[in-house]
């Protein structure tokens, strides 16, 4: 089993930067990748970014490419995104979310755009923009 907790939500305004933080617990060991996703009321919950937790294989989705960054420190166990020029339609609750079962990368880093490819999520951090 592996646990996950979110921080670093908050409300701020356009063009502002977060950092959202993901601390895990548990089975890590055998962790493959880490994501972030995002869902806005009313919406389906969307890829923001993948890393792979053994080397810098990264996917950023084309929305947030250029202002997101995702990094992990796995001696601490901890992944981070970096949300740097925050605009309204970035608001969501984001989540971190671990794949832990066995996965060829880079060359199935595509189907780690899908939520349902990942074994463990945390409860989410909510970011607000206000324009």
């Known amino acids: 089993q592996v646990q996950l907790a979110e921080s670093g939500g908050g409300l701020v305004q356009a063009g502002d930067s977060l950092r959202l933080s993901c601390k895990a617990s548990g089975r890590i060991f055998t962790t493959r990748a880490v994501g972030w996703f995002r869902q806005a009321p009313g919406k389906e919950r969307e890829f923001v970014a993948v890393k792979s937790w053994r080397d810098e294989t990264t996917l950023y989705a084309d929305a947030v490419k250029g202002r997101f960054s995702i990094s992990r420190d796995t001696a601490e166990n901890m992944a981070y995104l970096q949300l740097n020029n925050l605009q309204p339609d970035d608001t969501a609750l984001y989540y971190c979310?671990?794949?832990?079962?066995?996965?060829?990368?880079?060359?199935?880093?595509?189907?780690?755009?899908?939520?349902?490819?990942?074994?463990?999520w945390g409860q989410g951090s909510q970011v607000t923009v206000s324009s």
């Open positions: 979310a671990f794949r832990v079962q066995s996965i060829v990368l880079p060359q199935a880093l595509d189907l780690l755009r899908a939520a349902r490819t990942y074994d463990y």
